[in-house]
């Protein structure tokens, strides 16, 4: 009679002792999905934070940081500083601009739309002039990138200068966006006055030149 209880109990505790088995097992499982969940989550935070201060200083197809082509000036940018000015264009005319500062830097220089019908120039932004080397478009090329940099990105690219506004450009057929060179970076021989727009070759510009600053229009 013992003997059986005992048999019985051996049973029982065979079990309970796999009953606890599979309940710390199922307790496992669901603690490692919970961690799995909680990271996930951490990083999707971490990247949504990462995209937003890009964001900040990312030059895109029609403007950079909050300013856009088209758009009027926004009233505050950061903590940049506004500072009202002008330039002289074609013919000796003068444009109003507004210059944009942070530490006694300009990062650019904004200019507006002409109204034909009033004879004035209106809020709405027609060209930016980024100098800051703060400022990246998505491939990471900005003032003070090479030409070599900017090619190796954009390899459907093309060079040219004109004399109307007496820059030397390098552009993406894919953008709409002028990256400037450094005059002094031209060891070309070509005749720069053959045309309004006269096309050149790498090999007309000094290796490593730079980027001095990027037109959007």
Request: charged share 30%; hydrophobic share 35%; glycine share 4%.
């Amino acid at each position: 009679m013992s003997l059986g209880i005992c048999s019985v109990n051996n049973k029982h505790l065979k079990l309970m002792m796999i009953f606890s088995s599979l309940s710390l097992l199922m307790a496992l499982i669901s603690c490692n999905k919970d961690n799995k969940k909680i990271t996930l989550k951490t990083e999707n935070n971490y990247k949504q934070k990462t995209i937003s201060t890009n964001n900040d200083f990312l030059i895109y197809k029609k403007g950079v940081s909050d300013i856009k082509i088209g758009e009027n000036l926004p009233d505050k940018i950061n903590k940049y500083e506004y500072i009202k000015s002008h330039k002289l264009v074609e013919e000796g005319n003068v444009e109003p601009i507004v210059k944009i500062w942070h530490n006694k830097d300009t990062l650019f220089e904004v200019s507006f739309v002409y109204d034909l019908e009033n004879q004035n120039f209106n809020d709405k932004i027609s060209e930016i002039l980024i100098k800051s080397q703060k400022f990246k478009t998505k491939e990471n090329i900005g003032v003070t990138s090479t030409i070599e940099d900017f090619i190796k990105e954009y390899p459907n690219y093309f060079i040219w200068y004109t004399y109307i506004s007496n820059n030397y450009v390098i552009q993406s057929k894919d953008l709409e966006i002028q990256f400037l060179l450094n005059e002094e970076d031209y060891i070309g021989k070509k005749d720069l006055m053959s045309g309004d727009m006269v096309e050149l070759e790498l090999t007309d510009f000094k290796p490593y030149s730079k980027i001095k600053a990027i037109r959007i229009f």
